[in-house]
């Protein structure tokens, strides 16, 4: 079965400090990949997707993403993050055609003002 | 906008009751899906559809059953309501077209069985 690795669970950050969070899934064919972000007391949304084409992704609010398949990873990164980021992290495959999603276990990142 | 909305924020069951949560998105998107989000362990799926009166079951079935008798709207059952399935439940949407599999979710509905 498909699984998702996520290894930090918690990230504390000052702000203006560099993000990146790991994630790591285990299948070696053709995947779609997705972060997913909740901040405090909201709807879980979708940050940035890849399905194909330029590994380096880039979504919503500076943030970026990048697929190297040889270590099937697909970390996301922000160069100086905000307070307004403190929320959980969610990294998520779909086996393409599959439909569904396997989701890792979370980051819950806090920024410090 | 997408708009996926759940019946209720909050619930409060009994242990052995009927529990039914409810979903409806405004999309007409034909994927439809229920997780559970549990602290530690992410999401992790219960149940979903690919259309009307078809149901799969996730990676935890045990214990839930759906029904979809209308495309819009999606129902988690728990037949009988143990403590152990106090969490936050997650109901997401999407279209069915090869590239297009980002999902969409509501608010979640937390459920606490006594």
């Known amino acids: 079965a498909q699984s998702v690795s996520q290894h930090n669970h918690h990230v504390i950050l000052s702000e203006a400090a560099s993000l990146e969070l790991g994630c790591n899934y285990s299948y070696g064919g053709t995947v779609n990949l997705f972060w997913y972000v909740q901040y405090p007391g909201q709807h879980l949304q979708l940050l940035l997707k890849y399905f194909s084409g330029d590994p380096l992704v880039k979504g919503i609010k500076g943030f970026e993403a990048e697929f190297i398949k040889s270590k099937f990873s697909f970390n996301l990164r922000k160069p100086s993050v905000q307070w307004s980021d403190t929320a959980e992290y969610f990294c998520a495959v779909e086996v393409s055609g599959f439909q569904k999603l396997v989701f890792g276990t979370g980051t819950r990142l806090l920024v410090s003002p | 906008d997408v708009k996926v909305t759940q019946s209720s924020r909050y619930l409060v069951k009994r242990t052995g009751e009927k529990v039914f949560l409810e979903c409806v998105q405004d999309m007409d998107h034909e994927n439809m899906f229920w997780y559970r989000q549990d602290p530690g362990l992410g999401l992790r799926l219960i149940y979903f559809s690919y259309d009307v009166k078809m149901k799969e079951k996730g990676d935890i079935p045990e214990g839930y059953s759906v029904s979809r008798e209308k495309k819009e709207r999606f129902s988690l059952i728990l037949e009988s309501a143990s403590t152990n399935q106090t969490s936050m439940y997650l109901c997401?949407?999407?279209?069915?077209?090869?590239?297009?599999?980002?999902?969409?979710f509501g608010p979640g509905t937390r459920l606490t069985v006594t």
């Open positions: 997401a949407s999407s279209f069915g077209r090869e590239g297009t599999y980002e999902q969409y």
